[in-house]
């Protein structure tokens, strides 16, 4: 009679399991991105969860509040993370499902380790780096989240229905898909602004003085936003139909973000939370499945 006890399971099965544990990260994690994924077809919805899954997991790292999780075991995780990451790149397997199913992503659409190294530099940062000059924080914004942007267009461009000559769209796309991450990452750092600087002690804004936000900060940080939302608009009208309706929608969500954080109060952005409703992130869904613009 044989046994079945200890033995391997069919690799098909370790990789359904491990990207059915990316997506139970992001629908715990973020509403908005769960319900803009949905609108991307497959097999680009699974590839975009499994690149979000790893950014999270590493974020969680590096935020998780616990006064008793001290700088040097975060350290610690983040570098077991990262070898863990570029050893799954190389062979396709890992023990972690999330790093797991990342890594069958990156291997399948072409995620490049030159793209990985600033994620895990910008994470790295978080746990030394109190405030930043202009330069420590663009070049933040740019690992933490314009790569991301990237990672997620690879998958957009390996698409069943992308064009030919990937590599070529990949390069006029990239200033657009930067600057949506860009200003993604910049509203959360508004809408974050109180618990970034007296939970995490941290400053993000160059030359923001966090105790005296007013609206001329406020306005000053959203131009720039606008104008990061303006660029990544201008190229979504070219990108594969089984991803342009989630990102339009994912677009919209974030300018409704902006538009609702330039009427809070300083106040207001100090002290509260701003959202956008989900009766009103369905309604954004539904017009981008009707082809409204960004």
Not at 1 to 16: C, E, I, K
Not at 88 to 102: D, K, Q, W
Not at 138 to 162: H, K, N, Q
Not at 235 to 257: D, I, K, N, W
Request: charged share 25%; net charge negative.
């Amino acid at each position: 009679m044989t046994l079945f006890v200890g033995r391997s399971a069919p690799r098909s099965l370790y990789d359904t399991v491990s990207e059915a544990s990316s997506a139970v990260v992001i629908r715990e994690y973020s509403s908005s991105f769960g319900l803009a994924s949905r609108l991307l077809g497959e097999p680009v919805r699974t590839q975009v969860r499994n690149v979000y899954a790893l950014v999270r997991v590493a974020d969680e790292i590096v935020d998780n509040p616990d006064p008793t999780l001290d700088r040097s075991a975060r350290a610690t995780m983040l570098d077991w993370l990262e070898g863990d990451v570029a050893h799954a790149m190389r062979t396709g397997y890992s023990g972690n499902l999330v790093v797991h199913a990342f890594a069958r992503t990156a291997i399948a659409v072409g995620i490049e380790p030159a793209i990985v190294t600033p994620f895990f530099t910008s994470m790295r940062t978080d746990l030394d780096t109190r405030s930043h000059t202009q330069e420590s924080f663009e070049r933040y914004v740019y690992g933490s989240a314009e790569v991301v942007g990237l990672m997620c267009l690879r998958a957009f461009l390996a698409a069943p229905d992308a064009p030919p000559d990937p590599d070529a769209h990949y390069e006029r796309l990239t200033p657009g898909a930067r600057s949506l991450g860009a200003a993604f990452q910049k509203l959360n750092f508004v809408r974050d602004l109180s618990d970034d600087h007296d939970l995490l002690r941290r400053d993000y804004f160059p030359g923001l003085d966090v105790e005296t936000f007013c609206e001329a900060d406020r306005d000053r940080i959203l131009d720039d936003v606008d104008a990061d939302l303006r660029a990544a608009a201008a190229v979504v009208p070219e990108l594969p139909p089984s991803s342009r309706r989630a990102v339009r929608a994912a677009h919209a969500t974030f300018a409704e973000l902006a538009q609702r954080l330039r009427a809070a109060t300083p106040d207001e952005i100090r002290h509260t939370r701003v959202r956008v409703p989900t009766p009103v992130k369905l309604r954004l869904a539904a017009s981008s499945l009707r082809g409204g613009r960004p």
